[in-house]
């Protein structure tokens, strides 16, 4: 079955820590987006890549990055600069040129210790 | 001012009446529109796009757009429980813009 897979479900970051959230994908995308979901607020774009070794900065780049080697994954690393890294990341693609149809990964909830 | 505008509810309607969910957005130059579903802890769900005036009907989802009034709404007839999940009003323009999102629950 084709779709998107992040992991983990769940992720604890220690203070100082790094940490990175998988996203892979097998629909042959070539844009795959980041976003941040916190409660009560839309979601907002971290990153986003249309196609492999290039990526853009979103409205919340900040504290965050990512890379893209491969057409099928776009992990994204949480930094120790992010200062409130606590919200539910979402990772989605969409066929180039077709931006308005998502598809999202099931999500990874991150939280600090 | 948002972007994108929603009430965020909770919204509460019985079994089987019309719910009605309703979005306003300030760029004037978007071009698509659409209706997400989330359901608590999972992913947003594309149930509705809509690029012209009007209505556009789908099952029990009618998606109604007013470009000049900067409106979209999300009518869903004969309500179910199995609709109780966050509505996420989405414009796009230049890029995607996604509103806070709108807390339905249908009670049987």
């Known amino acids: 079955d084709g779709g998107i897979t992040q992991s983990p479900k769940y992720l604890f970051r220690k203070e100082g820590q790094n940490v990175t959230l998988s996203c892979e994908q097998n629909?042959?995308?070539?844009?795959m987006y980041w976003y941040r979901q916190d409660p009560g607020q839309g979601l907002r774009l971290i990153y986003y890549?249309?196609?492999?070794?290039?990526?853009q900065k979103g409205d919340i780049a900040e504290g965050y990055s990512v890379s893209r080697e491969k057409k099928e994954s776009f992990p994204l690393t949480v930094t120790s600069a992010q200062k409130n890294p606590t919200a539910f990341y979402l990772c989605?693609?969409?066929?180039?040129?077709?931006?308005?149809?998502?598809?999202f990964g099931s999500g990874t909830q991150l939280s600090v210790l | 001012q948002k972007e994108v505008e929603q009430n965020s509810g909770p919204l509460s309607v019985p079994e089987g009446a019309i719910a009605s969910l309703n979005c306003t957005y300030s760029?004037?130059?978007?071009?698509?529109f659409f209706w997400y579903r989330q359901y608590s802890g999972k992913s947003p769900e594309l149930i509705m796009s809509?690029?012209?005036?009007g209505d556009k009907e789908d099952g029990r989802f009618t998606a109604q757009l007013n470009k000049a009034s900067q409106y979209v709404s999300l009518l869903i007839r004969d309500s179910q429980p199995s609709d109780s999940a966050t509505y996420l009003c989405?414009?796009?323009?230049?890029?995607?813009?996604f509103g806070a999102g709108t807390r339905l629950t249908v009670k049987p």
């Open positions: 989605a693609s969409s066929i180039m040129g077709a931006y308005e149809k998502l598809f």
């Open positions: 989405a414009v796009m323009a230049n890029d995607m813009r």
């Open positions: 890549s249309q196609i492999v070794n290039d990526f």
């Open positions: 629909l042959n995308h070539d844009a």
């Open positions: 809509i690029y012209s005036n």
């Open positions: 760029d004037r130059g978007s071009q698509s």
